[in-house]
């Protein structure tokens, strides 16, 4: 099993700023009995809100017993591979990355109602092959209790391989994880919600790896701007975007309209509309 020269006791971690209401503190007592009772787990470890919350109790549970495992590849944000390798090397925790190829999966370029399922399956899958390999008993992820109440064809794919969840398991809300993560001083506990790139293709529209990267890009501009959340959809040559109701003023000024518009069109957009309805997650 990998491991690093710190102990349990050589750990160093912050308290909590402040005081954290009764309720909140036993749900976080009760995520770290679930990982105490793991006896090594690796984590699949995004760089996101969740993630990176449930990496840093484990972490302060398990010490040289646990990793972080982060997958790599076109679909997932840029910037990820750079705030996964960052975050651990602060925190001197062990950083395995793998590269995942999803044009690979069966039922991916297609986009059918049930990719998400067989694109998890196939990552989760070859995580806890990763996994196996250094030895590690356990792998986790960072669902959440908000999340069962999406339709979310992956988490099937994650109970089939039983994959952990332990934030759910200790009935931990994201406003909880965010909670924790601003008392914790985590660097994401305001972190916007992002999820895999191809997300941003409706159904039975088919995937490309050149409108994935058109997509990326558009957001890695929008990220410039200072948006607490966005998403650009993808219409065939439409860019669709949304940002939350608050923020929609912003981007309708002629200055900021007009530079997105020159960025994306430049990428290969042919069109670039602005969603009113705002951002629906």
């Given at each position: 099993m990998t491991s690093t020269k710190e102990t349990n006791d050589q750990i160093v971690h912050r308290t909590?700023?402040?005081?954290?209401?009764?309720e909140l503190t036993e749900k976080l007592n009760r995520l770290k009995g679930i990982l105490k009772d793991m006896s090594s787990v690796a984590v699949a470890y995004s760089a996101g809100v969740d993630s990176t919350l449930l990496l840093y109790i484990a972490h302060e549970v398990l010490g040289s017993r646990m990793c972080a495992i982060t997958a790599t590849s076109f679909v997932f944000p840029e910037n990820e591979k750079e705030e996964a390798s960052d975050f651990t090397r602060e925190h001197g925790i062990p950083l395995l990355f793998f590269e995942f190829r999803p044009m690979e999966v069966p039922g991916f370029r297609e986009n059918p109602p049930s990719r998400c399922y067989h694109c998890k399956k196939a990552l989760f899958t070859e995580l806890l092959s990763v996994a196996?390999?250094?030895?590690?008993?356990?792998?986790?992820?960072?669902?959440?209790?908000?999340?069962?109440?999406?339709?979310?064809?992956?988490?099937?794919?994650?109970?089939?391989?039983?994959?952990?969840?332990?934030?759910?398991?200790?009935?931990?809300?994201?406003?909880?994880?965010?909670?924790?993560?601003?008392?914790?001083?985590?660097?994401?506990?305001?972190?916007?919600?992002?999820?895999?790139?191809?997300?941003?293709?409706?159904?039975?529209?088919?995937?490309?790896?050149?409108?994935?990267?058109?997509?990326?890009q558009a957001e890695a501009y929008l990220a410039t701007l200072g948006l607490k959340q966005y998403?650009?959809?993808?219409?065939?040559?439409?860019?669709?975007?949304?940002?939350?109701?608050?923020?929609?003023?912003?981007?309708?000024?002629?200055?900021?309209?007009?530079?997105i518009t020159a960025r994306l069109k430049q990428l290969g957009f042919r069109y670039v509309t602005l969603d009113l309805a705002g951002y629906h997650g």
């Open positions: 909590p700023t402040s005081s954290i209401s009764s196996e390999k250094q030895g590690y008993t356990h792998v986790a992820e960072g669902t959440n209790v908000d999340d069962l109440s999406d339709d979310r064809p992956g988490l099937r794919a994650l109970e089939e391989l039983e994959i952990q969840s332990p934030l759910r398991e200790a009935g931990l809300t994201k406003e909880d994880i965010r909670e924790l993560s601003r008392q914790f001083g985590l660097p994401t506990w305001d972190k916007p919600s992002f999820a895999c790139l191809a997300s941003r293709f409706p159904y039975g529209n088919p995937i490309a790896e050149k409108q994935l990267s058109m997509v990326g998403r650009v959809r993808i219409h065939n040559s439409l860019a669709r975007i949304e940002v939350l109701p608050g923020e929609i003023h912003r981007l309708a000024e002629p200055e900021i309209s007009a530079g």
